[in-house]
């Protein structure tokens, strides 16, 4: 009886630091929520709760619970020391999620061919996620001197349905997205100063995009279970190729960095999959 209790006390605890990191990546420039779903091992089976929630509201309740948690004390605490931790130690912030994405990369692979085996044609479908996020990465740079200014209540919710989106889509960054339209400094003001309205405008829209794309994102990995995953890989590398910082400084504290993004992402990848392997 104390062991299992034991193991689901770090279950819970493994899902929760999960969620932080889910929230972080979803805040951090350059960072997908969804890809560090992912490298979590929870992807799949945040999007088969939330999109099958009545069918078992306990269970997914439970499962969906100690994420949340984690969430908001992940988006939280990145926006409370986001500016100082990116003006002092960008590139070491940074090379820490490109371990957690590298980290990510075996169970990317595993879980796309867990059902067939790897054919040759799921690469035309990791080469399309390349594809799509190259172009978001150049249509960034195009409207790079947007400059964050005021936000509405009714840009907030747009903003709160972007931030969905990119949780819900692996490998789609919503800071970059928000900072395209100039709303992203005045989100994390908002966030920061707790501005309530514009937060109740933020997760409104976040639930409205959630519930209108969660089922078809759920069809879709269900239907095409291995060309999606290979999308969603080609996203993730992409994605680490994009946002690597150029240049040598500090090149050895920044590997280390790496390095810790990698170990950690693979022992929470493989401490979940086991408690998963445990429930079934």
Request: proline share 3%; net charge neutral; charged share 10%.
């Amino acid at each position: 009886m104390e062991k299992t209790r034991s193991a689901a006390n770090a279950a819970l605890l493994k899902k929760i630091i999960a969620g932080v990191l889910i929230g972080m990546g979803a805040i951090l420039p350059g960072v997908s929520g969804g890809v560090m779903a992912v490298s979590m091992g929870l992807y799949e089976g945040m999007i088969q709760a939330v999109s099958n929630f009545f069918k078992k509201p306990k269970q997914n309740f439970l499962f969906l619970l100690p994420i949340g948690i984690g969430g908001v004390v992940g988006v939280l605490i990145t926006t409370g020391v986001l500016e100082w931790s990116l003006t002092h130690y960008e590139n070491q912030v940074i090379f820490l999620f490109m371990g957690f994405v590298v980290g990510s990369i075996p169970s990317i692979v595993s879980e796309a061919n867990s059902k067939g085996g790897f054919k040759a044609r799921y690469l035309w479908a990791g080469l399309a996620g390349v594809a799509l996020l190259v172009l978001l990465w150049l249509g960034e740079n195009t409207l790079a001197e947007n400059v964050d200014a005021g936000i509405t209540n009714l840009q907030a919710a747009l903003a709160g349905g972007i931030m969905s989106a990119g949780t819900i889509i692996p490998g789609i960054s919503t800071s970059f997205m928000l900072m395209y339209l100039g709303w992203y400094q005045p989100v994390v003001e908002a966030l920061n100063q707790m501005n309530i309205p514009l937060l109740l405008c933020l997760g409104g829209g976040f639930v409205v995009v959630s519930l209108l794309i969660i089922k078809a994102v759920n069809w879709l990995f269900e239907r095409f279970h291995g060309y999606a995953y290979y999308a969603v890989l080609g996203f993730t590398i992409t994605s680490m190729v994009l946002i690597c910082p150029k240049g040598s400084e500090g090149l050895l504290v920044n590997l280390a960095m790496m390095a810790a993004g990698v170990v950690i992402s693979l022992l929470l990848s493989k401490g979940l999959s086991g408690h998963k392997e445990s429930e079934d």
